[in-house]
């Protein structure tokens, strides 16, 4: 359970929520997404930071630029974490079906 807390913990933030979003439609850089906000560049660095160590997103560097992307196997396993809570209702209070 503890490797899910950073995800969680990152989705948690609105504005980091907003960035996922911009990246589902496309890979971009630090400075393209920064133009989306009204905030310094160092704040978005801090939120991409946040978003990495999470392993949500990933970075790949392309000539100068550094590319941020959605980690989907991440994504993947929250969502399972979801169905697999919400097929045991029932199940850990010993009742019977």
Request: hydrophobic share 35%.
């Amino acid at each position: 359970m503890s490797l899910l807390n950073m995800p969680f913990k990152a989705l948690s933030d609105p504005t980091r929520r907003k960035i996922i979003q911009m990246l589902k439609e496309k890979d971009m850089t630090a400075g393209e997404i920064a133009d989306h906000f009204d905030m310094t560049k160092p704040s978005i660095s801090h939120h991409l930071s946040i978003l990495k160590q999470a392993e949500l997103v990933t970075d790949e560097r392309k000539g100068q630029n550094i590319y941020y992307s959605l980690n989907t196997t991440v994504f993947q396993e929250l969502i399972n974490w979801f169905f697999n809570f919400t097929d045991k209702r029932g199940g850990s209070t010993g009742e019977e079906d």
